[in-house]
């Protein structure tokens, strides 16, 4: 079985400063990890992937992820936040070795203020 | 490259009334899949092909079924729509790739609205 939650609806900040989109997973063996970005009316468009390796991904738009096995997390990063990040963030997870579909996380709104 | 395609993109339905959504991909991937986005559910997959000539059930498929016409193409079909079923479909392409991750690729989405 595999699980994704993302446990805040809602994360606002300020421009400028850092932002972390929170992710935690559980899976039954080795976890391929995903982070999709949905701008307003619009489909998802891959952001970044975790297979294995290097615990800090880095990805599209200057968006990181830091991979933490022994919390089973996959949190998202920024250094500074743009207006323009404001959108709707999903993570996913999949087994390695195992059924190919990702389970997907309910989204975070990511409001970045002026 | 277009990506993944989706018509139409937006649609109003009457209660019991048919229509079929429509889903192409140009990556030369195996897989494609249909989902449903409603607010606070995330996304839930409905259908799903893991090649031409398959299609297997998802979490939510009542009320749905799917053709895989060929490679490209795998089109959704609402047989009799409910206010139910209101919500944005998305498609979205997966192909084996070399790190045996099979990363989705998502169309634009219909946004579908059943009176």
């Known amino acids: 079985a595999q699980s994704v939650a993302q446990p805040e609806d809602q994360v606002n900040v300020a421009e400028g400063n850092p932002l972390t989109v929170k992710c935690t997973y559980s899976?039954?063996?080795?976890?391929?990890l995903f982070w999709y970005v949905q701008y307003p009316n619009r489909g998802l468009q891959f952001l970044l992937k975790y297979i294995t390796g290097d615990n800090l991904v880095k990805g599209s738009y200057g968006f990181e992820a830091e991979f933490n096995k022994s919390q089973t997390s996959f949190h998202l990063k920024k250094p500074s936040a743009l207006v323009s990040d404001s959108a709707l963030y999903f993570c996913?997870?999949?087994?390695?070795?195992?059924?190919?579909?990702?389970?997907f996380g309910r989204g975070t709104s990511l409001i970045v203020h002026p | 490259n277009a990506g993944v395609t989706q018509t139409p993109k937006f649609q109003v339905l009457k209660t019991g009334q048919s229509m079929t959504l429509q889903c192409a991909q140009d990556m030369n991937h195996n897989s494609m899949y249909w989902y449903r986005q409603d607010p606070g559910m995330g996304l839930r997959l409905i259908y799903y092909?893991?090649?031409?000539?398959?299609?297997d059930k998802g979490e939510v498929p009542n009320g749905y079924n799917v053709s895989r016409l060929n490679k490209r193409e795998f089109s959704l079909r609402l047989e009799s729509a409910a206010p139910s079923q209101t919500s944005v479909y998305f498609c979205?392409?997966?192909?084996?790739?070399?790190?045996?991750?099979?990363?989705?690729?998502f169309g634009p989405g219909t946004r579908l609205t059943v009176l």
């Open positions: 979205a392409s997966s192909g084996r790739t070399r790190d045996r991750t099979d990363t989705q690729y």
């Open positions: 899976v039954s063996g080795n976890p391929y």
């Open positions: 996913a997870v999949r087994v390695s070795g195992g059924s190919y579909i990702p389970t």
């Open positions: 092909s893991a090649s031409e000539g398959t299609t």
